[in-house]
């Protein structure tokens, strides 16, 4: 984004994504100029430079990156830019640190109305300031109209731990809690609420959200006694839950009374043939703590708006072939398995 | 949407559990078959096999009807795909089913035909609609539960004269294939093996209604209870099973009665005695050939029908010898008891019938059940 030229201005109503926009020459400057830069305004990006120039404390740093494609690219409770924004500060904080800026790349399918990619823009901008983040670097490429789906959009971004609490997944032991922040399959339901074959009415709204406030508030009240937090996102709570019981040699055992989960997201799963536990959650977070400080920390994750339906859902367990399992309603148990192959709808 | 709750409602679910317990005959086992695949999953999902007593065992059925739907049926869809101008339109469940040599819709798919995920065979005649120029094929099928969808979607297509769609129909009936697991049951010289009552249907049956199992429950001597999906559904079908059978009864009971009733759905089966006609012969994956049970589209609607359009001839694929889904379907053998079990074959790489579809004995003991099973060995 370090084209100075500045051109007339682009049809920001009726016009769409061209080719040019991608070319290099003076349209692309005009889409930067006229788009990103507003949308993101901040002293780093405005250098216009090749690349940003910053301080850093010194210490360890958390370095992530995550690319995002979505359909529909608009859905209830935010859009392809929220997801961008907040997705990638989640996965910085989630390794203890403070998000501090991000980078963002654009593929852009010829077509795309430019009055969308301005919201989608200004949502980032907005995610990123609300989070004391700044975008300061970035790309934009077009490709021909059905090479691409809207808009891909990738972020990178970096942060600084200013702490010496180290989590990690092979740090659960037997016995650690599992706190879940809040209701789980917000986000697929509200995704395909939205979907152009399905389309049915419902007020679910994405849970999409930046972590990072509720991440920080849990390491001070839990400090050491935090194993490690994941984002249970695609795949939904049974994949991430899979993840750690792989990577820490464990199995855990949760309770099926204890997951929170809105009404009408469990009806939709049911009408859709769908597992809430493998659907997509954008602003959630489990989280192993020792026993010891499980109330605590619990009580410290319902004092944030993102957190007050947090509970505690299992424990991890000795298990040799690290099963995650689930006593059910009526106390019956069963596994909850990896997912196997993409989500798919049951016919009847 | 408080019927989520109400038929999981925990008190209720043990108390039925209780009195399950305090009914059964501690001087004998009793061999129950649900049917349906959807029950086979709500017992695992629900967890509701751990609370049962121990002599009493669930024989998980045939009524998945992604996973009885044979392999060559699934290879001729595939080939017909890869034409150009072909859309097929298929259930989400259907996508994964393995035809030979582990193709699938899925992977055809991403090879670059186009076949499109539905919901209703409805959204297949609008595809039509809108690519007027492109050839609709409908993937149908499905026991009497999704049948009549089809039907419908037919009559609209002969009524507006929507020539670029057909049905590729694969239905089958759920009498046919309980009859013959019954007969088989029957035959067996094993006392151990027999079967001694069966969940019935639920969404078949609010289709079908209650009669066409009278016969069976008479003939065959075994009681049948229609029940629904939920927890406290099965757990009230089990009871009213273990009753039948205490007091040597063999009746067809309704517990599903706020959905099934005993003459089933009129119009449905109108719609589908109007759409389709009984095949002589059809080949159901891991149980062979079975007469009359299965349904074409009927002549009134030839025109319609995908396999006189285009070449659909079925190939038949040999099943892993090793693979025990035919033992596994009739009831005489456990997922765990097949060598391929969890070998070379699991979910992402279905061999047999059984582990095709979420719903299959086999995937449902994988997915929710295997945990047991060192413990049990």
């Known amino acids: 984004m370090s084209n100075t030229h500045r051109r007339s201005k682009i049809d920001l109503i009726d016009g769409v994504v061209e080719l040019s926009h991608g070319a290099g020459g003076s349209a692309m400057a005009t889409l930067i100029s006229e788009i990103f830069y507003p949308a993101f305004n901040n002293d780093l990006l405005l250098q216009q430079n090749d690349q940003a120039i910053f301080n850093v404390d010194a210490g360890r740093l958390a370095f992530a990156t995550d690319s995002f494609i979505v359909s529909p ?231 944030h708006s993102l957190g007050r339906q947090a509970e505690i859902i299992g424990v991890a367990t000795e298990d040799s072939r690290f099963f995650v399992q689930m006593v059910t309603r009526i106390g019956g148990r069963r596994i909850i398995d990896h997912l196997s192959g993409e989500l798919l709808p049951r016919i009847c | 949407m408080q019927y989520l709750d109400e038929f999981r409602y925990e008190p209720l679910a043990l108390r039925l559990i209780n009195q399950i317990a305090a009914e059964t005959s501690c001087h004998r086992s009793y061999r129950f078959m649900e049917f349906c695949g959807g029950h086979t999953h709500a017992l695992a999902r629900y967890g509701i096999e751990d609370l049962l007593p121990k002599n009493i065992e669930m024989i998980h059925g045939p009524g998945c009807p992604v996973c009885v739907l044979s392999a060559g049926r699934i290879d001729a869809a595939i080939r017909l795909a890869k034409q150009d101008n072909i859309v097929i339109c298929a259930y989400g469940d259907l996508m994964r089913a393995p035809g030979s040599r582990g193709n699938s819709l899925l992977r055809a798919r991403a090879s670059g035909a186009d076949i499109r995920m539905i919901y209703s065979p ?107 999906f939920e927890t406290l559904d099965i757990l009230q079908a089990l009871l009213m099973l273990l009753r039948q059978v205490n007091t040597q009864r063999a009746d067809i009971e309704n517990q599903y009665d706020r959905a099934v009733t005993d003459q089933g759905n009129y119009s449905a089966i109108d719609a ?94 994988w997915a929710y059940g295997r945990f047991r099973d060192e413990v049990r060995a």
């Open chain 1, 73 to 303: 690219l608009f859905f209830p409770g935010g859009n392809i830019g929220s997801l961008a924004v907040n997705g990638t500060i989640n996965d910085i904080a989630l390794g203890g640190a403070t998000p501090l800026y991000l980078s963002a790349s654009f593929i852009l399918e010829e077509g795309l109305p430019l009055k969308n990619l301005l919201t989608i823009a200004k949502t980032m901008g907005t995610c990123a300031h609300s989070a004391g983040v700044k975008i300061i670097t970035g790309d934009t490429k077009v490709v021909e109209r059905g090479k691409a789906d809207g808009v891909f959009i990738t972020t990178t971004g970096i942060g600084v731990i200013r702490n010496q609490i180290v989590l990690s997944a092979n740090q659960i032991a037997p016995g650690d809690c599992v706190i879940l922040s809040g209701e789980i399959a917000d986000h697929g339901v509200a995704i395909l609420s939205k979907r152009e074959n399905l389309n049915f009415e419902t007020n679910i709204i994405s849970d999409q959200a930046a972590l990072h406030e509720l991440i920080q508030l849990i390491l001070e009240v839990g400090e050491d006694n935090i194993r490690v937090m994941r984002d249970p996102t695609r795949g939904g709570l049974a994949s991430a839950l899979n993840e750690l019981a792989e990577k820490s040699d464990i199995g855990f055992v949760i309770n099926e009374n204890k997951i929170p989960i809105n009404h009408s997201v469990a009806a939709a799963c049911e009408f859709l043939g769908l597992d809430p536990l493998y659907v997509a959650n954008e602003g959630k977070l489990i989280v192993v703590v020792a026993p010891a400080a499980a109330a605590d920390v619990l009580g410290a994750m319902r004092s």
């Open chain 2, 122 to 228: 409805l959204d297949a005649l609008k595809i039509a609609m809108d690519y007027p120029d492109k050839e609709i094929v409908f993937f149908a099928i499905g026991f009497e539960t999704t049948t009549p969808p089809t039907a419908l979607a037919v009559q609209i297509a002969q009524r507006d004269r929507i020539k670029n769609f057909s049905v590729f129909c694969n239905h089958v009936l759920t009498p046919a294939a309980m009859r013959h697991i019954l007969t088989e049951s029957q035959s067996l010289a094993s006392q151990r093996l027999t079967i001694d009552g069966i969940v019935g249907p639920a969404h078949v049956s609010a289709v079908i209604g209650c009669k066409p199992y009278q016969e069976i429950a008479k003939n065959f001597t075994k009681p049948i209870v229609i029940a629904g």
């Open chain 2, 272 to 365: 589908m005695a109007d759409a389709f006609e009984l095949r002589e012969s059809f080949e159901w994956r891991g149980i062979g050939h079975l007469s009359n049970s299965a349904l074409g589209l009927s002549k009134k609607y030839c025109t319609l029908d995908s396999e006189k359009r285009f070449d659909m001839s079925a190939v038949p694929v040999l099943d892993n010898p090793a693979c025990e889904c035919g033992q596994i379907l009739r009831g005489r053998k456990k997922p765990q008891e097949c060598k391929l079990f969890g070998n070379a074959c699991r979910p992402d790489t279905p061999l047999g019938a059984c582990m095709v579809s979420a719903e299959g004995a086999c995937a449902a003991h």
